[in-house]
């Protein structure tokens, strides 16, 4: 059991999950903000070897569990979680998920919203098309969670040059750096 002073992250993350990893680090020495659970849609996903490195409960959800409003609710409720943080999760969150918690779902996207986003917009997708567009700068935005892709009111956003000479894996690398950086500090103001 926690005490009122506590608080509880869980990440929701379908890839790689070197935001998870991140977060998981910033907050490993914090008494009152701990990384709670770690939930994912893919049972292949780097962020499920993070999740067991770093002795955290983790879940593998399918799409059609994700929509089962009692299962993931008692779910959330047995980890007593505050914030639900969606660092490169896949899947549209419910509205039923919303609803039961308002202002309380963050999600990271990699560009500067509200260019590059929505639906199919994600991972190299949105380098590749700053790059073809010739874009001077992109950046990072956090983002509350609402019922679209990408659409929620902002929290915060943070840029990055785009060089001539810049290529995906260059753009992708300045923005993980962003993420990496920011992403844990908004997560730690919003629950302070
Ligand atoms: C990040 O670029 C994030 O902005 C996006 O998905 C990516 C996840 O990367 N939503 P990782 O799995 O945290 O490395």
Do not use: W
């Not at 020495?29 to 955290?56: E, F, M, P, S, Y």
């Not at 992109?138 to 001539?164: L, M, W």
């Amino acid at each position: 059991m926690k005490d009122s002073t506590q608080k509880h992250i869980a990440i929701f993350a379908s890839g790689r999950g070197s935001n998870a990893q991140a977060i998981i680090d910033y907050f490993k020495d914090n008494n009152t903000i701990k990384v709670a659970l770690i939930v994912t849609n893919n049972k292949t996903a780097g962020v499920i070897q993070i999740a067991k490195d770093n002795r955290i409960p983790f879940d593998i959800i399918s799409p059609a569990e994700l929509k089962e409003e009692e299962t993931i609710l008692d779910l959330l409720e047995l980890y007593q979680i505050d914030l639900i943080v969606l660092a490169g999760f896949l899947l549209l969150i419910p509205a039923y998920l919303v609803r039961a918690y308002p202002n309380k779902i963050i999600n990271i996207h990699p560009a500067l919203l509200p260019k590059y986003g929505g639906k199919g917009m994600y991972g190299m997708k949105v380098h590749e098309t700053v790059l073809s567009n010739k874009e001077a700068e992109t950046g990072i935005s956090i983002h509350y969670v609402n019922e679209k892709y990408d659409d929620g009111e902002y929290i915060a956003q943070f840029r990055c040059h785009v060089e001539p000479s810049d290529s995906t894996d260059t753009v992708a690398a300045k923005v993980h750096k962003l993420e990496h950086e920011h992403y844990p500090r908004e997560i730690e103001k919003l629950l302070k």
